[in-house]
């Protein structure tokens, strides 16, 4: 079969590797049909390896080596284990994320932050290839109403579902996303049932301009170089939830400015450099505090799908579509910063 293999920095080849074979009773093989590109597949190609392990054996999924990358596929399941069979022909949105079911945080429901939590195409082989193999626990049906195109979509706006439930937001807060670039539009569209006023913010007009046809109640363009101090004159006395969804140095900084005492401030954008941050006006505000990371398959995976049916959403976040024979050209524009939308590949 064919697939994209990264063997080290800037090495992402198209080559002919075996087919994926079953391994557990509830495994099942996968035909992809759409698989998305995410930052973190742009980070590992210009920068990695961080997360995929090119060198060192993951400790979960205990894979080393070169690697196909890919965790926001679709697809329709060609095969499947014994104890799987019910998921014979179905077309599939899969989580991606692999936990074990049994440990402490699986028992409370937090899958995500499973203790052997491993993730395909990035702890190990996943979806930017003709066929993937995948425990049939995180692969959840798609609904007949909503096309392959769409639903390829349903990994990534899970995420900023997750990311929507750990605010708790409640009835008539006013929330305030910092950022509406590629996880902060999921983020927005996953806020459209919460009842909240949402406000975004950004330094890209279009970008802003989708997130208002998403949802959002008001748009503010900020300057790149924008101080916590001038993004606290728009709210001088805070907004109840910030997201802050960039990760880049400072950010967490801004948006702690523009939460409320009392308020609650969410980090969704994930920068492994250290930098510095405000802890005593945290403290002494009393702002809570929350994190968050992937999402909770059998939870986030099918209220995405039930939004991304209208295909409105989808239609609004899509961006370029690529063959897999293109792949080198695709992770180019959106490593260079010039994607416009979600970038999918089509594998079938």
Known sequence: MKAAVLHATHDLRLEEVPRPLLKKPNDVLIEVAYNG??????????????????HVPHPNSKHVGATILGHEFIGTVIEAGSDAQEMLGKRIACGAGVSCGSCTMCRQGRTNLCEHYYTLGLSIDGGLAQYVVAPKSICIPIPDACSDEDAALAQPLAVGIHAVRRAKIRTGDRV?????????????VGLQKSGAQVIVMDIDQKRLDVALALGADEAILIAPDATPADLKKYFPSGVEVVFETSGVPGAATRALALTKMGGTLLLLGLNKTPQEFPFADAVLREVTLETTVAHVCSQDIPEALEMLQSGSVARLLTGQIFKLEEINE??????????????LIAVK
Do not use: H, R, Y
């Open 37 to 54: 590109l995410c930052g973190t597949d742009a980070t590992e190609f210009s920068k990695g390896p961080m997360m995929v392990p090119l």
């Open 176 to 188: 305030i996303l910092l950022g509406v670039g590629a996880i902060g539009s999921f983020v927005c």
């Open 330 to 343: 695709a992770m180019e524009i959106l490593t260079n910063g010039k994607a416009n939308g979600k970038i």
